[in-house]
């Protein structure tokens, strides 16, 4: 099969491979038109056929050890998921079982058990809202009038994208009181539980930390950003009963969301690698075990996910070559 050879020859086994970390948040069990940058099951389905058919998948602690240890498989990649929702227990999980791919699950220990975190406090708010004027000028939110599901596609957006920078505590009450306002209940089942994340690694998932309660690193004072990167490591390990090696970073974009001396609190507190959202592959020879990059493959078509997939290898190769990209 041409992919397969081309994968191998773009990502070869031993020293001179890539690692492809892919990222994803969500998979839906049913296609959301207020959420269409998520995976429906059925899409996940024909992307996690075209994983196992074309890649050699590991969970991200083993690939990392043979990234180091210069014994990575040809075209080696690990599939990540952030933040810890139901859906990738209940519709995700299924899926990768189906066709024997493992898999790294982020969580944020603070969402387990009915929370809900700050970004679905906007987004299910909008999507709640009657047809109309949605006023948030006096939090400095804007203004949006919200009729088709476009419009509150970009109201989230544009409301996300002003919260987001905003001081963390100030973020999470303001987006908890939008919410509360608009009659949504404080408690959800949008994120997993206890007893699922259990179920969830006794069935073979890796598991890995994601801080306590999510917050931008590089926005926090350096003691608050230690104790949230440790809080999420040992809630997580008491939860399960064992240790948690590796860690994502929140939000995940070098120098803006967190810098290097959050690379060193993260080595320091015992974890063994961490991944960002920098999207790219890792090249085995200039690898940063606590700085790995991640791809996202937001492609719906499968012929458009194999050929972005297969430039983004053929970059990776090219650059590690010395040539621009
Ligand atoms: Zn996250």
């Not at 709640?128 to 088709?148: I, Q």
């Not at 959202?277 to 200039?286: C, G, L, N």
Request: charged share 20%; with cysteine; aromatic share 10%.
């Amino acid at each position: 099969m041409l992919p397969r050879t081309l994968y191998r020859l773009l990502s070869p086994a031993g020293n001179k491979g890539q690692l492809s970390i892919f990222i994803f948040h969500r998979v839906l069990l049913d296609a959301d038109p207020l959420l269409p940058f998520e995976p429906s099951a059925e899409q996940f389905t024909w992307m996690a056929r075209y994983f196992a058919r074309t890649y050699n998948v590991l969970p991200l602690g083993e690939a990392v050890c043979r990234l180091q240890a210069g014994t990575l498989p040809a075209a080696a990649a690990t599939i990540t998921f952030d933040d810890g929702y139901a859906d990738n227990f209940q519709v995700a999980w299924p899926i990768l079982q189906r066709y024997a791919l493992p898999a790294t699950f982020f969580i944020a220990t603070a969402f387990l058990n009915g929370g809900r975190m700050w970004n679905d406090d906007i987004i299910e708010t909008v999507r709640v809202l009657p047809p109309g004027e949605f006023d948030l000028g006096a939090l400095g939110l804007g203004t949006h009038n919200l009729s088709d599901t476009l419009s509150r596609i970009r109201c989230y957006q544009a409301v996300l994208g002003k919260l987001k920078y905003f001081e963390h505590s100030q973020r999470t009450d303001i987006a908890r009181q939008i919410a509360l306002r608009a009659g949504l209940p404080a408690a959800s089942n949008l994120m997993m539980t206890r007893m699922e994340l259990q179920t969830l690694m006794a069935s073979g998932a890796e598991i890995g930390a994601h801080t306590h309660t999510h917050p931008i690193l590089e926005r926090l004072p350096d003691t608050l950003a230690y104790a949230e990167i440790e809080q999420g490591k040992c809630e997580l390990e008491s939860i399960l009963g064992s240790r948690v090696h590796v860690f994502a970073y929140p939000n995940g974009a070098p120098k803006r969301d967190w810098s290097d001396r959050h690379a060193t609190m993260v080595k320091q507190i015992g974890f063994e690698a961490a991944v960002t959202t920098e999207p790219r592959f890792a090249h085995v020879a200039s690898a940063k075990i606590f700085q790995l990059p991640r791809f996202t493959p937001w492609d719906r078509s499968p012929l458009r996910f194999a050929a972005r997939n297969l430039m983004e290898l053929w970059r990776g190769r090219h650059a590690s070559q010395g040539y621009p990209v």
